[in-house]
């Protein structure tokens, strides 16, 4: 990184006390084979085929329309509020009804179900606050190698280290039923597009839509972790995360990454003035409307974790 930037940036104290991964070993993060994962592989290429079929078959503006508009919906209030603010880092309070529908949401996109993702999550963000870590771990293989490593691979740790997950997730029947039929989880919506529109809804609206999910969330991962702004540095950590400005609307506020790994448990995202964090508003809307509350800022004490 250049000397000038990484001076500009403010140091962070790294926060690895009170993480779900407990390890004592540094190594455990480096030592590691790539492997290919069949149904994660599968799952992506059957998508890519209704996508591809869809684009092909039915280029019409109306399934179009409704894959930006589905797709915005999912990865705003499903993976950026449900998955990612609420469950993994439960940065704002909100009802349980709610919680549910957020989570349900981020499981649309296609990833994973809602306890295997929050593994993935604290695995990563754990690894790549140690010294060193695997290059699949902070993405960083090169380009093409990371999109083959993140998109149809596994990393299998010679020595995984435990994930404490709390009951508050893991006693949760609903994210337990979540995480056995995550994939069967797009049938619903499936339904509904197959009704109002015909196949061309349920390519655009159900396949577009995860190849983009997922192969967005991956890109964004790759410049999230190798290019883009430093305004904080989290000492000794093996990866810095990068702001991108660019990605800002586009990833919901997700793309104020390097922001993220400086206050991990910030409901806020989006912090100077002039970084966009469509999150953040939806957050304050439902604030306003008395539907989310106790939200999580940088200057505020980090609440315990359950
Ligand atoms: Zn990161
Ligand atoms: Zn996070």
């Known amino acids: 990184m ?3 930037i990484k001076l500009a940036a403010r140091k962070i104290p790294n926060l690895v006390r009170s993480h779900r991964v407990a390890s004592e070993d540094p190594a455990a993060f480096c030592a590691g084979q790539v492997r290919y994962a069949p149904a994660k592989s599968f799952w992506l290429m059957a998508m890519l085929g209704g996508a591809v079929y869809g684009m092909l078959a039915f280029p019409q503006l109306s399934a179009m329309a409704l894959f930006a508009s589905v797709s915005a919906m999912v990865l705003l209030f499903g993976h950026s509020l449900g998955s990612h603010r609420k469950l993994i880092h439960d940065s704002f309070a909100c009802p349980k009804w709610l919680e549910y529908l957020l989570v ?18 604290e695995l990563r963000d754990y690894a790549q606050r140690q010294g060193d870590c695997h290059p699949f771990l902070r993405h960083g293989a090169g380009f093409w190698r990371d999109a083959w490593w993140q998109l149809h691979c596994d990393l299998v740790l010679v020595h995984a280290p435990a994930i404490r997950i709390e009951q508050r997730i893991a006693g949760d029947r609903c994210y337990r039923f979540l995480e056995r039929t995550w994939m069967l989880q797009q049938l619903p919506l499936a339904l509904v597009c197959y009704v109002w529109g015909g196949w061309a809804f349920v390519c655009w609206g159900v396949c577009a839509r995860v190849v983009a999910g997922v192969s967005g969330h991956w890109l964004i991962g790759y410049f999230a972790h190798n290019h883009g702004d430093l305004a904080y540095e989290v000492e000794g950590a093996a990866v810095q995360g990068r702001n991108i ?7 919901m506020g997700e793309g104020w990454h390097n922001n993220h790994h400086a206050f991990p448990r910030s409901a806020r995202l989006g912090l100077a003035p002039g970084e966009w964090d469509p999150g953040w508003w939806a957050l304050r809307a439902l604030e306003r409307v008395g539907l989310a509350w106790d939200l999580q800022l940088p200057g505020k004490p980090e609440n315990k974790k359950a």
């Open 104 to 121: 349900w949401l981020g499981v649309q996109v296609g990833l994973a179900g809602p306890i295997g993702l929050l593994r993935q999550h």
């Open 245 to 251: 400005r660019w990605t800002s609307l586009l990833t």
């Open 2 to 4: 250049p000397e000038k």
